[in-house]
């Protein structure tokens, strides 16, 4: 069983930055990629970046491109959103999960609390 957990989300003003954390524990999960998402409100959950445990592929969608870094600290089995120059629209419920590949972002696991982003003008 793998357990996830989201952390860092806040309240912030449009341009600033954010760090979010995801800690997995539990069973060997290194085989999979590991992915960020965000749901805001009314709205589906968006797939939003993915990295692999090995750090060697990253995926972004395009509206975070620039902005966005995904990381991976394998040691502290935790994977970073490095978000900047942050939005009104991204405001929004950051999760994240294990996927399969960058091309099936299909979530494999149950989903956390999630951390709550909110961006004000």
């Known amino acids: 069983q793998v357990h996830l957990v989201e952390s860092g989300g806040g309240l912030v003003q449009a341009g600033a930055s954010l760090r979010l954390s995801c800690a997995a524990s539990g069973r060997t999960f290194s085989s999979y990629i590991m992915g960020w998402f965000r749901q805001a409100p009314g709205k589906e959950r968006e797939f939003v970046a993915a990295?692999?445990?090995?750090?060697?592929?990253?995926y972004y969608v395009d509206s975070v491109k620039g902005r966005f870094t995904i990381s991976v600290d394998n040691a502290k089995k935790t994977v970073y959103l490095q978000m900047n120059s942050l939005r009104l629209e991204d405001t929004a419920v950051y999760y994240c999960?294990?996927?399969?590949?960058?091309?099936?972002?299909?979530?494999?696991?149950?989903w956390g609390q999630g951390t709550q982003v909110t961006v004000s003008s």
């Open positions: 990295i692999t445990w090995s750090a060697g592929s990253r």
């Open positions: 999960n294990l996927l399969n590949s960058f091309s099936d972002p299909r979530p494999l696991i149950s």
